[in-house]
């Protein structure tokens, strides 16, 4: 089968990434996977095996979804709107897709709502029709306001086949975040956690003892960063280690090692961070879909932070659920300071060890899905 898969990440590369594992499944399952990709570049994530079609690249204004930035950084004009919705539509038709997969959308996005629109009606008027499904995380940003779940629910009505919901419905049940209502539970097919196999221990024994302090790949995080070189001051016979992501990683390390002191690493994110944390003392992160995963898979003991700016709620309803477990404290933005993180520090590496999670294998899971519904529909 040829399975298209449409993307945009628009602050953090956490979309993009569990696409990208998604799209990997596929094709190491024999099928033929591309994926659209509308975001900035994230050269460091894992592309093998997948056709990567870059559109016109778009980022958010800080927390602000609704107001959309080119590749230059300046607000995206109605001409590179039109050329992001042309290349959508050329992408689709050089891939001719079995199955159609948007990421997010109609959940979220909507400030790309015509573009994703003009592809779901591009692909209905394709014969044969491709089977079209949403692809979302666990836990969503609950709507605002009923007429977002309202739109969601006709767009979903009107296009699609299926929601793919890549979580476990034991643990976070999408109606933890979002309304659902007969008609849309009909169409869910939850699929379990979707996550790369663990990465295991790093060759070279890379974080021994260190604290790893990361914020994902965009360019968020400044407060903990800063914070966490506070920290290192009060905890100077320890190496804290920063990670630092985004488009500006390169002057944003600069900034912070100006101030940092001898027992702090400040570096650009880095793609063997998973092999670093089964050797870390404790990871300090904010809580999107893929680090949590990445915390669960290596049993490191972890403060999350989660990512709360623009009444942003998704990643703290996480955090909370993931207290629950043995080496886990959740720090809100609010209350995060140098005395109160090395506080939270203290009270996971007290707490009883907790074992590594196995692969959650709903990448794999999503895969037979989606063949199981093509054959169905064949």
Not at 106 to 116: D, I, K, Q
Not at 135 to 156: G, Q, V
Not at 201 to 208: D, M, R
């Amino acid at each position: 089968m040829k399975v298209l898969f449409a993307v945009t990440h628009l602050l953090g590369t956490g979309h993009l990434a569990r696409t990208l594992t998604l799209a990997r499944a596929c094709a190491q399952a024999g099928h033929a996977a591309t994926v659209l990709s509308g975001g900035m570049p994230a050269a460091h994530l894992d592309q093998s095996g997948v056709t990567l079609i870059d559109l016109p690249p778009l980022g958010a204004d800080g927390v602000d979804f609704s107001r959309l930035l080119d590749a230059d950084g300046a607000a995206a004009s109605d001409d590179y709107l039109a050329a992001r919705q042309r290349a959508v539509k050329a992408g689709l038709d050089q891939t001719a897709p079995d199955i159609l997969i948007t990421e997010l959308f109609p959940f979220g996005r909507r400030s790309l709502r015509a573009e994703f629109t003009a592809l779901l009606q591009a692909a209905q008027q394709q014969v044969p029709r491709p089977l079209v499904l949403s692809s979302i995380r666990d836990i969503l940003a609950p709507p605002s306001k009923p007429r977002k779940a309202a739109f969601a629910a006709d767009m979903i009505a009107q296009f699609y086949d299926g929601v793919l919901v890549h979580g476990d419905p034991a643990i976070t049940p999408l109606d933890l975040s979002w309304p659902v209502d007969a008609p849309l539970r009909a169409k869910l097919h939850y699929t379990g956690v979707v996550a790369p196999p663990p990465a295991g221990p790093h060759p070279e024994a890379l974080g021994s003892g260190e604290i790893l302090v990361s914020a994902g790949g965009g360019d968020v995080g400044q407060t903990l960063f800063a914070t966490a070189v506070e920290a290192a001051k009060a905890d100077p016979n320890r190496i804290w280690r920063l990670l630092v992501g985004g488009t500006q990683a390169e002057a944003r390390v600069a900034a912070l090692r100006q101030g940092a002191g001898d027992s702090v690493i400040v570096e650009p994110a880095r793609p063997d961070f998973r092999q670093m944390l089964a050797h870390a003392a404790a990871s300090v992160s904010m809580c999107g879909y893929n680090t949590a995963q990445d915390i669960l898979q290596s049993g490191c003991a972890a403060v999350f932070v989660p990512f709360d700016a623009g009444g942003e709620v998704e990643q703290t309803l996480r955090a909370e659920a993931l207290s629950k477990l043995d080496q886990i404290e959740v720090l809100r933005t609010a209350d995060l300071s140098a005395r109160a993180l090395l506080g939270s520090l203290t009270a996971v590496q007290s707490s009883p060890p907790r074992s590594p999670v196995g692969h959650q294998d709903g990448a794999r899971e999503t895969v037979r899905l989606i063949e199981q519904m093509a054959r169905k529909r064949a």
